[in-house]
């Protein structure tokens, strides 16, 4: 009973002279470690992002892929969304920043789900990269206006009597 009370209840400390966005930030997070500390001790399995220590730990196999660095924050989004285990890992020789991502091998369907879902992300990225910025529309349209032929327009004054 009191653990449960305990685990519901949280009860933040500080020293600071005033009290700002980052002090309160700051506590959050301290919060939130000691948390996650506390169900890591209990026996509990991390969920989402992990790293590939803890990720090999829970002995149930482990897939890998790999992933451009541009858009891993797109994939650690779906990927949460979908509550697959997953860690990432940078290759530090590549010049262009590539990571390899590893999973856990039971959650094979939730991850075809999720690199159906990127690789449409990622399609439309390169559509839209593809397609000419507006600036560039606007000069070619410029162009033709100014090859037009224009036509002066006569001003002539009458007096009325």
């Not at 001790?41 to 991390?46: H, V």
């Not at 890998?64 to 541009?70: N, P, Q, R």
């Not at 590539?98 to 990622?122: C, H, M, N, P, W």
């Amino acid at each position: 009973m009191n653990e449960e009370v305990s685990d519901r209840s949280v009860r933040l400390a500080g020293r600071t002279t005033k009290i700002t966005a980052v002090t309160l930030y700051r506590l959050l997070r301290a919060a939130y470690r000691h948390h996650v500390h506390k169900k890591m001790e209990k026996g509990m399995k991390p969920l989402g992002e992990q790293s590939v220590k803890t990720l090999i730990k829970q002995g149930q196999g482990a897939s890998s892929m790999d992933v451009s660095g541009e858009s891993i924050k797109d994939f650690k989004r779906i990927a949460n969304k979908y509550g697959v285990d997953f860690a990432i890992v940078k290759d530090k020789d590549v010049k262009p920043s590539r990571y390899t991502v590893f999973f856990k091998a039971k959650d094979a369907d939730a991850i075809g789900q999720v690199l159906k879902e990127y690789s449409k992300k990622i399609v439309k990225r390169q559509e839209r990269k593809n397609r000419p910025s507006i600036l560039q529309r606007l000069k070619k349209l410029k162009a033709i206006i100014a090859k037009r032929s224009h036509k002066e327009k006569e001003k002539k004054k009458e007096q009325v009597l």
